[in-house]
């Protein structure tokens, strides 16, 4: 079965770095574009970033040149680099697989 495991979220203070990482299991994690989707306390689903499995990727403006989304399709893990973070930032962020599956998320929290 489809399994997505994040991981890499914490606190971190605003103007600092996280990686997050996602675990694929279950299916051909090549084949499908991944996504990472965020929600903040009180507030909707908002997507930041796609990855095709050939690695075309595509940003939210919000989080445009400071985040980045890669893969490695050997490990079977997604990624999102994340810096220069602000208290805004804070949130569960999933990552979503192209049909649908997702994770269970990891915190983020972004404060002084």
């Known amino acids: 079965q489809v399994q997505l495991v994040e991981s890499g979220g914490g606190l971190v203070q605003p103007g600092g770095s996280l990686r997050l990482s996602c675990a694929a299991s279950?299916?051909?994690?090549?084949?499908?574009?991944m996504s990472w989707v965020r929600q903040a306390p009180g507030k909707g689903l908002e997507w930041l970033s796609d990855?095709?499995?050939?690695?075309?990727?595509d940003y939210r403006d919000s989080v445009k040149g400071r985040f980045t989304i890669s893969r490695d399709n050997a490990k079977n893990t997604l990624y999102l680099q994340m810096n220069s973070l602000k208290p805004e930032d804070t949130a569960v962020y999933y990552c979503?697989?192209?049909?649908?599956?997702w994770g269970q998320g990891t915190q983020v929290t972004v404060s002084s």
């Open positions: 279950g299916f051909t994690f090549s084949t499908y574009a």
């Open positions: 979503k697989e192209g049909r649908g599956y």
């Open positions: 990855i095709s499995g050939g690695g075309s990727t």
